[in-house]
C-alpha cells in the first residue's frame, strides 16, 4: 500500500507562481511514474504532467512553458507552476502509477484570482 499527500495549494493572482510538492510513503517497489492531474469545478480530472522513473516527462499543452515537474526518486515529486492564469484553478492530485494499482492523495485546492 501507498499513501500520497499533497500540499502547497492556495490562492494566488494571475501572473504569481506555486508549487505544489507531493510526498509517498509505504512501498514503491511497483512505482513506475508519477503524475500531477487536475479537476476544475463540475469537470473531469485530466493529465498535467507526468514523470517517469528514468526522469521522461509529459505536459499538457495548456501548461507548456509555464509548469515544471520534477521528483526526487521515488519519495517527492513537485509541481512549479509559473505565470498562472485563472483557468489553472483545479483540486489538484497527485498520483503514483504502479502495477497493477495506481495510488492517489486527496486533492489540494489551487485559485487564480485577482
Known amino acids: 500500500q501507498v499513501e500520497v499527500v499533497e500540499s502547497g495549494g492556495g490562492l494566488v493572482q494571475p501572473g504569481g507562481s506555486l508549487r505544489l510538492s507531493c510526498a509517498a510513503s509505504g512501498s514503491l517497489v511497483s512505482i513506475y511514474a508519477m503524475g500531477w492531474y487536475r479537476r476544475a469545478s463540475g469537470g473531469q480530472r485530466h493529465m498535467v504532467a507526468t514523470?517517469?522513473?528514468?526522469?521522461?516527462t509529459t505536459y499538457a499543452d495548456s501548461v507548456k512553458g509555464r509548469f515544471t515537474i520534477s521528483a526526487d526518486g521515488k519519495k517527492t515529486v513537485d509541481l512549479q507552476m509559473d505565470n498562472l492564469k485563472p483557468e489553472d484553478t483545479a483540486v489538484y492530485y497527485c498520483r503514483y502509477s504502479g502495477w497493477p494499482t495506481n495510488f492517489w492523495g486527496q486533492g489540494t485546492q489551487v485559485t487564480v484570482s485577482s
Open positions: 514523470i517517469t522513473t528514468s526522469g521522461t
